[in-house]
């Protein structure tokens, strides 16, 4: 069956910038999804928004007639190849490429984009990436180079085009829970805004991208913790 028609896929990584020194081999776990971010509470008043969500939807708009788009949302940014099984073009919005070599059966959140390039030898993915430092630490692979085509936000300039599919993920492992709700707003304003909905889920329970993994009152417990072992390991190093 030949491919056609263009989908277009959003990873809430895109809007949050992750400076490489807080990398900690982040990998697709319940371990990541969750549990390991109350170790990195030392990052709640870094780790934020780059402020490129607001206005984002009016600007694809500009550009996308996504009127009659199927909206679906994931945690995990791998569920955007089955979206996508069927499309010519992907407008990849993320912070990375996800174009690396696939190894073994399975297709993963790095390496879905590459899977499906290998599919077809006509389909091109066209990736808007953020306008910051960060950006070189994640070079396309040669092999992909001229399939995919790299668009800084700031300078892109979109061709207008029908686009079939709205695909949106949170790619939790790698954004913080103290930014779900800003990530629940977002995707809210693809209903009110662009009028599209109800968002159809590909991963629910643990993995529900619009369940908020902390409460307000967890959130402030663990920042209370945070301080408080702040506190005690300044006053250790003034004591030596």
């Known amino acids: 069956m030949k491919s056609k028609g263009t989908i277009l896929t959003v990873d ?3 809007f949050v910038p992750e400076n490489p020194l807080w990398d900690m081999g982040h990998n697709e776990s319940l371990l990541f999804l969750k549990v390991l971010w109350a170790m990195r509470m030392h990052l709640a008043n870094d780790m934020k928004t780059n402020g490129h969500e607001s206005g984002f939807w009016a600007w694809v708009m500009s550009w996308a007639d996504v009127r009659r788009a199927k909206l679906t949302a994931s945690d995990s940014h791998a569920y955007a190849f089955p979206v996508a099984h069927n499309a010519q073009r992907v407008i990849l919005v993320d912070a990375h490429h996800d174009c690396w070599p696939v190894k073994g059966d399975g297709v993963g959140c790095h390496d879905w984009g590459r899977a499906w390039l290998d599919r077809d030898p006509t ?11 960060y950006h070189d630490n994640y070079p396309l692979p040669k092999e992909v180079i001229g399939r995919v085509k790299e668009v800084p936000y700031k300078a892109a300039v979109m061709p207008e085009v029908k686009v079939d599919a709205v695909h949106v993920c949170r ?9 779900d709700g800003a990530f629940n707003d977002f995707l809210d304003e693809i209903e009110r ?8 889920l590909l991963q629910t329970d643990d993995w529900d991208p619009t369940q908020p993994r902390w409460t307000d009152k967890e959130f402030g417990w663990f920042m209370k913790q945070h301080e408080e072992q702040q506190k005690a390991i300044e006053e250790f190093t003034n004591r030596r």
């Not at 389909?123 to 430092?133: L, V």
């Open 171 to 179: 790619s939790g492992c790698w954004t913080p829970p103290w930014l």
């Open 193 to 200: 805004r662009v009028g599209l909905g109800p968002v159809e």
């Open 123 to 133: 389909r091109e993915i066209i990736w808007i990436h953020p306008d910051d430092d």
């Open 12 to 14: 809430w990584d895109f």
